[in-house]
């Protein structure tokens, strides 16, 4: 067998599969689900003032856990440099799937990539609505392997 016949079997079979998944899946209230791998990055320096949340920075720039505040609060950690200040998360695009398992797969796979990991990714659903290319895309799946 040719490796284009090998290549061009291969894409039916994974076509085929993003169909079943999509026809099958749950759509997250949207008729043209975008499932989105994204991941958390925080800033820092946010002024403590305007409320919000607030973390204890090491000179390294590593976040105390909860035991290290507890000693930093009742002074156990004198001469140590510490830096209170106030943080924002936000959520990054990383990759657009046609269905959750294969966004679930991606964080799977690559999570291991992506800063502290696994933990600063999630998929989030978003719509396809008046998208034209999206919504075409993916009727074209279905219609590809049927």
Do not use: C
Not at 36 to 52: F, L, S
Request: proline share 1%; hydrophobic share 35%; net charge negative.
């Amino acid at each position: 067998m040719s490796q284009a016949r090998a290549t061009s079997e291969t894409i039916e079979r994974v076509l085929a599969e993003i169909a079943r998944e999509i026809s099958t899946q749950d759509s997250a209230g949207t008729t043209h689900p975008i499932y989105v791998v994204q991941q958390r990055r925080r800033i820092y320096g946010i002024d403590t003032q305007w409320g919000g949340e607030v973390v204890w920075l090491g000179e390294d720039s590593i976040e105390a856990t909860a035991e290290d505040v507890a000693e930093i609060e009742t002074g156990k950690r004198e001469g140590e440099i510490w830096t209170e200040t106030g943080f924002v998360d936000v959520w990054e695009f990383v990759q657009p799937f046609f269905t959750r398992k294969g966004a679930e797969e991606y964080i799977r796979a690559n999570g291991h990539r992506h800063g502290r990991g696994k933990a600063d990714l999630r998929v989030y659903v978003d719509s396809g609505y008046r998208n034209d290319e999206w919504q075409a895309a993916r009727l074209a799946l279905g219609k590809a392997v049927a």
